[in-house]
C-alpha cells in the first residue's frame, strides 16, 4: 500500500515536472543577519511578493548578526547557502564576489532605480559591476527622552558645549542616567561613539577620502578629537557601564531611566514598540554654533543573488521587486530607521524617522570610515576601532595612544595608492 | 600448533571489535588533525593554495603583531589554567572528602545538586553568570547590598584586571562536578580493611586522609590534571559566550581558541584566514601535546600505583 502511494506520487510528480515548472512551486531561501526583522518578513515582505508572482515561495531564514559572516562564508564553500544572500556594505561582500559567491547584477532590470552613492557599498573598486540590490542605509545621531528633556527645561543641543551642558545638567538633577551606553560588547563604544560623533571632526567624506588617500593619518587631531570627546564621555554613562551590554543600553533607555542614547537609526522600530514615553532626536553636536553638520548615512543593506543557486531566474525577479519603489515602501515604513536607498521619493509616517532623514538635508553625509578598502588586512582597523574606542572610554588608553596604535595597525599592511 | 591458531582467531576478534571505533575515530579526529597540520604550511596566493612551508609559524612569533596575540592568548590560558589547578581540584577533592564521609545526610542530594551545572550548556552558563553580575539588573550588586558590602561590587566582566579571572571561576563553577565525581568514585574504592588497619594503628580524621586516602587517590588526581588541561587549552564556549569574539575589554579574556576563531572565521569586517587559523590550531595542538607528554613520561610512571 505505502509502495503504490510512493510510486504514484513519484509519478505524479514526474508528470508535474514535466508539464511545466509553473505547476511547481519554486523555493527562494534568504539567509540574513536581520534576525530582528524576522516578523516582517514574513508577515509583511513576503506575501506582498507571493500575492503577485504565484509560484515563487520564499523562506527568509536569518542568523545572529555576530556569527553571520562566519557562518555564511562556510555555507558558500560548502554549497549550502540560500539563493539570495543579504550583502554586508563594502569589502566583507566585495571578496565573496571576487570569489564568485555572488552574481553579476549590473544589468538587472530595477537596478537603474539606485544613484552611484547608493550602489557604491556593492560595486567593485573600477565602479563597472554591482553585485548587491541596495536595501537600506542607517543614520547616526542621538535619540532623547523628551519626558526627560522637557521636565529639566533641556532643549536638544546644537553645539558641543551645549551637549555638555544638557548632561552635566542631567546628571546634577539625578533622576535619570544621563547616557545610556555601555562598552562591554565593544561595538557600541566604536559605532555609536567614535562613528556618530566623529565626520563632525574630519569633515565627513573629505577626511575619510583623504584617510585612504593616505593625505591624512589616524594620529592627525581631526582623527584623535572625536577620541577625546568619547574620553569624556565617560562621567556621564550609568554606573557599571563596562559591564553594560548592548541589550543592556537599549533596556536602560526604553524603560526611561536614561536621557540620551546614542543611537542608530536602525533602533526606532525597537524603541517605538518598547518605549512608552515620547522621543525626539538630534544630530552629532557641531563645535561651534553655525558649523556645517556631518551624519553618518551609512549603507548598511543589501542583497544578491548566489552565483551557485539553482533558482536564478526566479531569485532574479525576486530581486527586481526589491530595486522596485513598492519594496521601498513597504520596507522603510515596517522598519523606520532602515531608510530606502530607492531614488523614488519614500513617504513616511514615523515622526522619529522623518527626524533623522530630514537630516539629510542640512548636513553632509558620509559613511564609516573604516568600512571601505581601509579593514582588508590584518590588524583589521574596524575591529582594533571597536577595542580602542571601548579602551578610550574604559578610561584604560589615552585618546592619543589609541590613535597611535590604530595607525600603526594600518601602516602595517595599507600602502595608499600614490 | 592448536594453540597457535586459537591465538591468531583471537587476535582477529579484537581487530573486529577495534574496526569500528578505529575508522570512526581516524574519520573525524586523526584526519582533520593532519589535514590541518598541512594546512597550517600553506598559504593563500589570490585564490589558489601555495605550500608555504613554515613562513606562517615564523610570522606568528617574529611579527610583533602576531607575536603579541598569541602571547596574551597564551598567557590568559596560562592563567585560566592556574585558576582551575588551584581552585577547582582542591575543591573537588575536598568536596568528595566531605561527600564519601559515612556521617554525612542527604549525601546524594549533594552530589547531585554539585554536578548538575557540569551538564548544562556553556551558552546557559555564560548568559545566566552575565545576568547575575550585570551591574543594572543583575543579582549580585543587590545581594552585596543586603550585607552591607555594596561598595565591594565591580562591574567584574567589564573590567581588563578581574574578566578573566572571573570567567575562570565561572568556569570552575560549572566543572567541579567532575573532579569531585572522579575523586569520590577512587575515594569509595578504598577498601575498607586498609582504614580499619589504619584505625588500628591510630590514625583516623585528617591524618587519615592524608597519610592513607590521598596517597591511594593520586592517580587518580594525576589523571583530573591532565583532564583539566586539556579541557581548558581547548576551552572557547564560555569565553566566546560570554564576552564575544573579540573576548574584550581589550583582548584580556583571549585564550588560545579564541584567538583561533577570530583568525579562522573572522570576525564583522575581518575575514577568515584558514593558513593562519590553522598555523595556531596546531600550536595548540603542540601545547597540548607537550603537556600531556610531560604527564605521561615523568609523573605519571613516578606515580606508586597501589594493589589491593
Known sequence: MKTQALTALLMASSILGSAGMALADTTLTIESWRNDDLSIWQEKLIPAFEAKNPGIKVVFSPSAPTEYNAALNAKLDAGSAGDLITCRPFDASLELYNKGHLADLTSLAGMENFSDVA??????????ASFCVPMASVIHGFIYNKEAFDKLGITPPATEAEFFAALDKIKADGTYVPM??????????????????????????EGRLALIKGEQKLTDAQWVEPFATLAKWKDYLGDGFEAQSYPDSQNLFTLGRAAIYPAGSWEISVFNTQAQFKMGAFPPPVKNAGDTCYISDHNDIGIGLNAKSKNADAAKTFLSWVASPEFATIYANALPGFFSLNSAAVKMEDPLAQE?????EKCKPTI??????LSRGTPNLENETWVESANVINGTSTPEAAAKKLQEGLESWYKPAK | MAEETERKRRRWHIAVFLAPAILVYTAIMILPLFGTLQLSLFTADGQSRVFAGLANFRQLFLDPRWSASFWNALGN?????????????????LLAALLSSPKLRFSPFYRTAIFIPTILSFVI???????ILSPLWGVAPNLLDLIGLKSLF???LGKEQYALT???????????????????????????????AAECDGITGMAQFWKIKLPLILPSIGIISVLTFVGNFNAFDLIYSAQGALAGPNYSTDILGTFLYRTFFGFQLQTGDPYMGSTIASMMFFIILAGVCLYLFAIQTRLRRYQF
Open chain 1, 119 to 128: 550602489k557604491s557599498a556593492w560595486t567593485t573598486d573600477d565602479g563597472k
Open chain 1, 180 to 205: 545610556a551606553m555601555g562598552t562591554k560588547d565593544l561595538w557600541e563604544a566604536a559605532t555609536m561613539g567614535y562613528q556618530n560623533i566623529g565626520p563632525t571632526y574630519w569633515h565627513g567624506e
Open chain 1, 356 to 360: 533623522f532623514v530630514s537630516w539629510r
Open chain 1, 368 to 373: 564609516r570610515s573604516t568600512y571601505q578598502i
Open chain 2, 77 to 93: 590560558n596560562v592563567w585560566f589554567f592556574i585558576i582551575h589547578m588551584l581552585v577547582q581540584n582542591p575543591i573537588g577533592i
Open chain 2, 125 to 131: 552558563v555564560g548568559f545566566t553568570w552575565k545576568l
Open chain 2, 154 to 156: 565591580v562591574p567584574w
Open chain 2, 166 to 196: 572571573t570567567l575562570g571561576l565561572i568556569s570552575v563553577w560549572q566543572f567541579i562536578g567532575i573532579p569531585m565525581m572522579l575523586i569520590y568514585a577512587a575515594l569509595l574504592s578504598i577498601p575498607d580493611e586498609v582504614i580499619e
